[in-house]
């Protein structure tokens, strides 16, 4: 996977337990890629990605068209408050926030490397 952009504080270190609060600029909504596979229980599964060096990244967008235009068409997505970020790490955990990072296309949802 390619990384780049900002990557923010570790949350496992600062989120929930209290810890290094997000930049003050930082986007006060963010468009998260989701998993292909939606369930139809009502809960979403938010697609997380690997590292080079083995942590795991959740990947957001701070508009829609950059997540269309670094994640491809066909990325299904959905809208989180960023105060939500501890909420969704408390069911997915991961171990960093990356913002507004293109994907390879053999990387996106249908590409030749996907899942």
Same mark, same amino acid.
């Given at each position: ?7 923010? @504080? ?6 929930? !337990? ?17 998993? !292909? ?14 590292t080079r060096d083995g942590r795991i990244a ?9 997540? *269309?235009?670094?994640?491809? !068409? ?17 069911v997915q955990r991961f171990d960093l926030v990356?913002?507004? *990072?293109?994907? @390879? !296309? ?10």
């Amino acid at each position: 996977m390619h990384e780049g952009g900002p990557a923010l @504080p570790d949350l496992k270190r600062q989120h929930p !337990e209290g810890g290094t609060p997000l930049p003050a600029m930082f986007p006060p909504v963010l468009y998260v890629p989701a998993a !292909e596979d939606h369930p139809h229980d009502g809960n979403l599964t938010i697609q997380l990605r690997n590292t080079r060096d083995g942590r795991i990244a959740l990947l957001v967008y701070s508009a829609l068209d950059r997540l *269309v235009r670094c994640c491809g !068409e066909g990325q299904p997505w959905v809208i989180i408050p960023t105060p939500n970020l501890g909420k969704v790490w408390k069911v997915q955990r991961f171990d960093l926030v990356l913002l507004d *990072v293109e994907i @390879p !296309e053999v990387y996106r949802c249908g590409g030749i490397e996907y899942g």
